[in-house]
C-alpha cells in the first residue's frame, strides 16, 4: 500500500470531553438542560435575543477558566500534522468545535466548520471581530455601526456550515478520513464519512462508543488515549492502519 499522504479528520465534542468541555448529546449535555430551538437558531435568536447571547456567553467564559486547556488528543494531532506536512503530506483538521482548544494545541490548518465562540460578526457588514467576554445585545458593530447588534459566531441549526466547499473539496481528496468524538447526527457534517469513502479513502472512527457501521476502522476509547496512540502508529508506519483497529 502507498503512504497515506493526504489525512482529513473531523472532530466533535468528545475531543474535548476531558478538557472540561460538555458533550450535546450525553445524557447530562447541553441539549439535555437547553432546547435547541431556544438557544441555537436564527428564529430563537430573533425571538429573544438574551436567551441566545447568555447561552453563548456562558460557553466563552468557560473558555477563560485556567482548567480548561487542549488535552493530550488536540496536543497529538497538532503534532501529527507539523510531522505530516514536514514530509510533504496534506493535513485538514475540519473541526464542528467551537471551542479554541485545537488552535491552542497548535493546529493549523483548520476548518471551524460551526464557528467560533471567540468571534463574533455583524449582519449588517459581515465584519467579524475576536470577543473573548459576554456579548450583548447592545454592542454595536465598530465598523459599519448598523443598529443590528452583532451577534455570535457560530453557525445555527438551520444555517449552512463555513467553507463547506473547502471541507468537501478536502475529503474528496483523502486517503485516510479520520471521525474522532462525534456523534455523526448532524449533516452535512455526518455525511463526510460516506463522501471519503465513495471517493476511495480510508475511514477510520476514534470515539468512546461505535457510532454508526459505515467506518472501515474502529478505535474505541477516551480521546486522550486512542488519539495519541493513533497518530503516533501512523507517524511511525504511515502505509497502514495501526494493527489495533479493529
Ligand atoms: P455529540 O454530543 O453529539 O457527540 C459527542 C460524541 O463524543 C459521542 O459520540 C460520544 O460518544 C463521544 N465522546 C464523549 N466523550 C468522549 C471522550 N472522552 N473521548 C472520545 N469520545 C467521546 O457532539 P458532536 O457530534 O460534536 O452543532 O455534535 C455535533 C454538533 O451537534 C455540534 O457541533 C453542535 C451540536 O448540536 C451546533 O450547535 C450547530
Redesign the pocket.
Known amino acids: 500500500m502507498t503512504a497515506l499522504n493526504s489525512i482529513v479528520l473531523l472532530t ?4 474535548s ?2 478538557s472540561g468541555i460538555q ?4 445524557s447530562d ?1 447541553l ?1 439535555a438542560n437547553h432546547a ?1 430551538e431556544e438557544v ?1 437558531t436564527p428564529d430563537a435568536y430573533a425571538r429573544n435575543p438574551a436567551k441566545v447571547l447568555d447561552f453563548y456567553n456562558q460557553r466563552r467564559t468557560q473558555l477563560q477558566d485556567p482548567q480548561v486547556a487542549p488535552n493530550a488528543a488536540h496536543l497529538a494531532l497538532a503534532k501529527f500534522e507539523q510531522a505530516l506536512t514536514a514530509q510533504g503530506g496534506r493535513f485538514t483538521l475540519i473541526t ?2 467551537v471551542d479554541n482548544l485545537h488552535r491552542r494545541a497548535g493546529s493549523q490548518n483548520l476548518i471551524a466548520m ?1 464557528g467560533e465562540l471567540q468571534s463574533v460578526f455583524c449582519p449588517a457588514c459581515g465584519h467579524r471581530q475576536t470577543w473573548v467576554h459576554d456579548l450583548n445585545s447592545t454592542d454595536l458593530c465598530p465598523v459599519c455601526a448598523e443598529s443590528a447588534p452583532l451577534r455570535p459566531d457560530i ?3 438551520g444555517e449552512i456550515p463555513y467553507q463547506l466547499d473547502a471541507c468537501q473539496a478536502a475529503v474528496e481528496q483523502a486517503d485516510l478520513f479520520v471521525s474522532i ?6 449533516y452535512p457534517a455526518a455525511g463526510f464519512v460516506a463522501l471519503a469513502k465513495s471517493a476511495g479513502a480510508l475511514t477510520a472512527e476514534l ?3 461505535p ?1 454508526r457501521k459505515d467506518f472501515d476502522f474502529c478505535l474505541y476509547g ?2 486522550t488515549q486512542v488519539v495519541p496512540a493513533f497518530f503516533e502508529q501512523l507517524m511511525n508506519q504511515p502505509t497502514q492502519l495501526p494493527s489495533f483497529c479493529q
Open positions: 466533535g465534542a468528545g475531543i470531553a476531558e458533550t450535546f448529546r450525553a449535555g441539549w435547541i441555537a464542528q468545535n460551526h453557525v445555527w441549526f468524538g462525534t456523534s455523526g447526527q448532524v470515539n468512546l462508543e457510532t477516551p480521546a
